[in-house]
């Protein structure tokens, strides 16, 4: 099978798809701040994907870049606190299901 690559250029910050929260009362809702980074995910990708619903097996692979917080030293390349990637493909993989692959489950092999 030929091997396709599709490169996308998402400009939002990274963030990890939050735990969904819970009332008084027992009922259960979203992160408000995962709904909207999943919403702007979904109409920036459906606004340049143009390839339709994809149904085989796909890697995904996400390249998010961080800024430095100010308090740490120059030195410290690479951040290692939250976001952490696993939320991070969550939020992209869940956010996508219908619109870039019928269901995150095809997706078989991916990094962040």
């Known amino acids: 099978m030929a091997r396709k690559v599709f490169d996308l250029f998402v400009p939002i910050e990274p963030i990890g798809k939050g735990r969904h929260r819970t009332t ?8 408000p ?26 890697a995904v692979r996400i390249i998010a870049y961080m800024q430095r917080p100010a308090s740490k030293p120059k ?3 690479f951040p290692t606190g939250k976001p952490d990637v696993d939320n991070q493909m969550k939020l992209v993989c869940d956010s996508l299901n219908g619109l ?6 095809l997706i078989v092999d991916g990094g962040v």
């Open 24 to 31: 008084k009362g027992g009922k259960s809702y979203p992160d």
């Open 75 to 77: 030195k410290v390349l």
């Open 33 to 58: 701040k995962t709904a909207k980074a999943e919403d702007r995910l979904r109409l920036f990708v459906s606004q340049s994907w143009g390839l339709g619903v994809l149904d085989q097996p796909l």
């Open 100 to 105: 870039c692959w019928r269901d995150d489950a």
